[in-house]
């Protein structure tokens, strides 16, 4: 899918940034295909975490993400829709976004989730962390796409200018689980992916 004038050109602007002020350092790239939909998970730390995790896929794949209804006021709201976001409303099962996300997945796009919702503070006791979502896995599931788990470090530190970290893992493997009833599918997939995504974080 080819992405908007816009994406393009803050890539333009971003890739000196964030490759020689923030010294981006990605891993597992090869993870990613060059090619078809998947839902792309990963930890949230910061409201800058969509930065490091399209850069190193830029610009060859169109990241779309979904991000919070509150965000979509003139004219912030124009410029993050051309920088390939979406609205969803929190704290509530949001349908007509997820169908948004299963449509655009099918058609080839990339969707990244943030599975926990809300930036989560450094060094949380996992226990006190939010539930995860299941709304990742529900879109990989629905739209029979690969789910791919994540993790970014150093958005938390942009002002003292450390180093930008990501990590890219294999697919999360679901096709034991699609003949399995959809709820509990999507909880067994979920838990599967935040082991990962949590591997993946602890290795960064």
């Known amino acids: 899918m080819r992405p908007s004038t816009f994406y393009l050109f803050a890539g333009v602007v971003s ?4 490759r020689g002020v923030y010294r981006l350092r990605a891993e597992g790239v090869e993870n990613v295909p060059r090619s078809g939909g998947l839902v ?3 930890n949230h730390i910061s409201n800058f975490d969509p ?3 399209a850069m190193p896929l830029w610009p060859h794949r169109y990241l779309r993400f979904m991000a919070k209804s509150e965000l979509f006021w003139w004219p912030l709201g124009a ?6 976001a979406f609205p969803v409303r929190r704290g509530e099962r949001d349908v007509e976004a997820i169908r948004k996300a299963v449509s655009l997945v099918r058609d080839g796009h ?3 989730m943030f599975p926990h919702g809300t930036r989560q503070r450094k060094g949380l006791v996992k226990k006190f962390r939010p539930r995860a979502h299941t709304g ?5 599931l629905d739209a029979e796409v690969p789910l791919l788990p994540a993790a970014i470090a150093g958005t938390d530190r942009l002002t003292r200018l450390g180093r930008l970290r990501v990590r890219y893992g294999p697919p999360i493997p679901l096709d034991d ?8 599918a999507a909880h067994e997939a979920t838990e599967r992916l935040m082991v990962e995504i949590e591997r993946l974080e602890s290795e960064l």
Request: hydrophobic share 60%.
């Open 51 to 53: 930065w490091p995790l």
């Open 177 to 184: 689980l699609r003949d399995t009833e959809r709820s509990a």
């Open 79 to 84: 410029v993050i829709t051309a920088g390939g």
């Open 110 to 112: 990339i969707v990244v």
């Open 136 to 140: 990742a896995a529900r879109i990989a």
């Open 40 to 42: 792309l998970a990963a």
């Open 15 to 18: 890739l000196p940034i964030v």
